[in-house]
């Protein structure tokens, strides 16, 4: 079974926009669980325009699957998450005013970066994920600075995948092969949803995790919250390719 980890940053965006706790996030990270989810992921900015360090802080001690921060390698990143030890960091190369993460990192550029931080996060037993494109090179270098997953970026994917989803699929396909064999863990996030994400994970059944936020969130103010996380674990689900519509 790959593992589903629900992103909640949406929910939090909802709330900030009336201000107040409705909806709770904590409370909504809890129900992800008892739904089904094996992962809450969050993805504070530094504007904090959904997720807050505080929510962050709260989220520590509720969640009883695995907790997954996302983000930038900034200072005060960083800080937090060597305060809070979530079980998985994964790091991105988001500009500050990023609307959302749009590219993995180059891995060969910033190598001497994240080396340093895969093991400063190592020394304090956290799992780091570094969020790559589809790329040789930067799985290679990945696999270098010693970090334990990558989290394939997946827009290109969902992008072309209503085209030609076997042209889609296949570089992800060869990404995630190159870093099974160079001894990586592998994730796989964004954009990702209820109508490609079952003939992904049927083509890369090996994959740790995947990380989804908006399109599930989008997909619970329809289905509700409780079902909608029943049927993305079902894409997740081990099927053959002949179960693939």
């Known amino acids: 079974m790959i593992n589903l980890s629900v992103n909640i940053n949406k929910v939090a965006t909802v709330r900030n926009s009336r201000g107040g706790n409705t ?28 997720i807050r360090y505080d929510d962050v802080y709260g ?5 009883r699957t ?19 030890r979530p079980n998985q960091v994964t790091l991105v190369p988001d500009a500050p005013d990023a609307i ?10 910033h190598f001497d970066m994240l080396s340093e931080l895969v093991d400063t996060f190592r020394e304090k037993c956290i799992r780091t994920s570094l969020f790559v494109d589809a790329c040789g090179e ?25 085209h030609d989803r076997d042209a889609a699929i296949a570089p992800f396909v060869r990404a995630a092969t190159q870093a099974r064999q160079l001894g990586m863990g592998v994730n796989a996030g964004h954009d990702l949803s209820l109508e490609n994400l079952a003939f992904f994970a049927s083509k890369i059944n090996w994959l740790e995790e995947v990380s989804i936020g908006h399109a599930l969130i989008c997909d619970a103010l329809y289905f509700g919250l409780e079902k909608t996380v ?12 002949s179960n693939i519509k």
Not at 59 to 63: A, C, G, T, Y
Not at 100 to 109: D, E, F, I, P, V
Not at 138 to 162: K, S
Request: hydrophobic share 35%.
């Open 23 to 50: 909806p709770d996030v904590l409370k909504v990270a809890q129900d992800c669980e008892r739904f089904g989810a094996q992962g809450i992921t969050v993805h504070p900015r530094p504007d904090g325009r959904h």
């Open 66 to 84: 695995e907790l997954n921060i996302e983000g930038y390698p900034g200072e005060p990143f960083i800080d937090l998450v060597l305060k809070v």
């Open 59 to 63: 989220l520590k001690p509720l969640v």
């Open 100 to 109: 959302t993460s749009s590219a993995g990192w180059k891995t060969k550029t």
């Open 138 to 162: 930067d799985i290679e270098w990945a696999a270098r600075t010693g970090a334990d997953r990558v989290e394939l970026y997946t827009g290109p994917y969902a992008g072309q995948y209503a």
């Open 230 to 241: 029943s049927l993305y674990r079902a894409c997740l689900m081990d099927m053959n390719e």
